[in-house]
């Protein structure tokens, strides 16, 4: 049997006919990267290449002089012996999935993703291949999402709902926070009340054209200013901060995909929870998987091994776990 085109090496995923590394989680040359997450984008390599529209979130995130090449959605770029592409994840702004081609073999690198609208980013685009490697966070049947405005509605109803007190709306900076501001711009044009983690990011999405509500820093309103009935969002770790001793008697919610476990919410300390997720849920990867049209599935980032076996014993597809070092074992240049 032939080496696999893409393979598993302490380094991250490789692929030795092009000699490049996608999402690497160690100092490598060449390095393909899905999205800004932190979890994908790691500083250290050589040379990397990413999304045109994400260009300006990496260097935020890594540093203004990473040698980055932007590439636009779709535009097929030559590395090694093979022909690499971008094609839209639906996930976060700019955020990707890999396309590989060698020798007439199409493997497809889904990174993270999502089937549901979002106002914020680009949709998901199907990539036909013989082989995908599907992320699966949410790859278990008790996860079914509503749609963003769904639940869009249901925060501003839960904000608008008390005048008398700060609402504080958590959920992670990139991504989660822009597409709820995005959405909200369905139900109210109202300014909504940013920590400064947020903000940074926001401004970034406004760059590029994204519609939100308006938006102000926390930090520039007077010591004075009560946010009663104002609409605060910051990430989770503003949660039981000293930051969050600005604000009299908040009401306090999570936005997260984890929201749909009975007790989440509860263990972290919230009154409410919000059932908001930028990966793909149960039936979401499900379908992806069909349109791919792909023989081989490997399962990764999530829960592997149920989805695997969803895959190979429903569905008649050749699809295994894809253990990789990120998540605790791997063997050096293990072909997946
Ligand atoms: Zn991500
Ligand atoms: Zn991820």
Redesign the pocket.
Known sequence: MPPALITVRPEGLYCAAGNFYIDPWKPVDTALIT?A?A??AYSGHAHYYATAISEGILRRRLGKDINLSGVAYGDPIKLGDTWISFHSAG??LG?AQVRVEHKGEVWAIS??YKRDADPSCDPFEVVECDTFITESTFGLPIYRWDSGEVTAEQICQWWQGDPTRPSLLFCYSF?KSQRVLAELTKFTDKTVYLHGAVHNLTEIYREVGVKMLPTIPVSQMEKSYKFEGDLIISPPSGHRSSWMKRFKRPQTAFASGWMAVRGARRRRGYERGFVLS??ADWPGLIKTVEQTKAQTVYVTHGQNDVLSRYLSESMGIAASPLKTLFEGETDEGLAV
């Open positions: 999205h997450h979890d994908h996930h976060v955020s990174g993270d991504g930028d990966h």
